[in-house]
Each structure stands twice: as C-alpha cells, then as structure tokens.
C-alpha cells in the first residue's frame, strides 16, 4: 500500500509539474521573440546612426578642404571669390 501511495503521489506531482511549466514555456517563447525585436531594431537603428556619423564626417571633411582651397572667409567684401578656374 504505501508503494501505490508513492507512485501515486509522483504521478500527481508530474501532472502538477507539466501544468506549470507549460505557460512558463510560452512566456520564455514569447520574451525571447520579443527581445530578437527589440534587438534587431537596435541594430537597426545603430547602424543608421553609424552612417549618418560617416556622411557627416565626410561632409564635414569636404566642407574644410573646400575652404582651405578657396579660402573664402579671407575674401574682403565687395570682391569676387575665386573659383579655382583660369581668370
């Protein structure tokens, strides 16, 4: 009798078991799509700020040899800049 009582007593504790880890399964399931979303936004987005800091850092080096070459902040008012092309 208490052999049948054990066994009867793991069967239920198993029952128990699958029925609380079943939901605790799909909610892992569920965070762990979530945060592959949230993730690969993240991504996204640094990778977008990352391009963005590139062309700005191109524009801003372009914009200095610009200048240097032409020099237009030492043109004195009333003058023409030079353009860099035969006069």
Not at 8 to 31: D, E, H, K, N
Not at 51 to 68: K, S, T
Not at 73 to 78: E, N, Q, Y
Request: aromatic share 2%; proline share 7%.
């Amino acid at each position: 009798m208490p052999a049948l009582l054990a066994g009867a007593l793991a069967v239920a504790a198993l029952v128990v078991l699958l029925a609380v880890l079943a939901p605790t399964r799909r909610s892992a399931r569920r965070f762990q799509r979530t945060t592959s979303v949230v993730v690969r936004q993240l991504d996204n987005r640094s990778g977008l700020l990352r391009a963005r800091r590139g062309a700005l850092g191109v524009a801003i080096r372009q914009r200095r040899r610009v200048r240097i070459e032409g020099d237009p902040a030492r043109v004195p008012s009333g003058e023409p800049a030079q353009t860099g092309g035969r006069p």
